[in-house]
């Protein structure tokens, strides 16, 4: 029997769990074989003082923190790009010449032969991968959405025949309502929604702003013990976050995870999905 797979192309060790923790074990429940792109080792993530000190680098941090998610995030497997992480736009470590961000701008085919490698190994009939504003506008996330966005349609435009096609693009998405909670919570206790976390370089209002439409949607709701494990296991990016948020909360706001279709591109824009893999010839 012919599997389904689905390739999820992301650019950092957390982004997997904190993004897709829930819908991942959801798709493996269904029978699909996920794998998962890391195109950086997460080198200049900020760790905590009391994580400091444990491992060689931060990026030995990050990968073992990623290893740990992997019990939970039952990847078929991953496949790590290792190139280094470029931190937030206009700091320095973004101008370091190996660095993603730094090599999509002046090496673009080099990023997307990379990720063309991985999918052509893999086949996915189904890839995701972030927004066009790298969900919340990271440059990494930027670059690896264009490289895979790229590699995608170079696959489509090959004609050999009996070819390998992927079938199917989605970005990952935030949830609008949530959004507008957050920006609201945020107001009434006195902070600025335009710099929030931890660094102070995360902007709700234009998360919001770039929001794209939502086709598919995927129930999660019965996943939220595993997302919370491989979260957890991120520790030096606040894993326990998404835990303290109460469970009545989540069922309200995350209970169905929301997608947007990019190839084929929907007539409409409406949800008129609840698996990504409706129409997917096996
Ligand atoms: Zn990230």
Known sequence: MKRRRLLISYAHPDDESFGLGAAVPKWI????????????????????????????????????????????????DVFMLGYRDSGMPGS??????????????????????????????????????FNRYGGYGHPDHIAIQRATVRAFDCLQAESAPNGYKPQKLYYAGFPKLTLRLQILMARLKGQNPRHMGRNEDINIVKILDHIEPVHARIPIADYFDVWEQASRCHASQGGGRITRTSRLLRRLLYSKQGFTRVYPRPARDRVDEDDLFADVLL
Request: aromatic letters at 6%; proline letters at 5%.
């Open 29 to 76: 429940d269904d029978g699909v074989d996920v794998y998962l792109i890391c195109a950086t080792n997460g080198d200049v993530g900020t760790v905590p003082e009391d994580l400091q000190g444990r491992y060689a680098t931060v990026a030995d941090l990050r990968l073992s923190e990623l290893a740990c998610a992997r019990q939970y995030l039952k990847f078929k």
């Open 92 to 129: 320095e470590t973004s101008r370091h010449p190996d660095s993603l961000c730094y090599l999509w701008q002046h090496q673009p085919e080099r990023v997307t032969e990379d990720v063309l490698k991985v999918m052509r190994q893999v086949k996915p009939q189904v890839v995701v991968t």
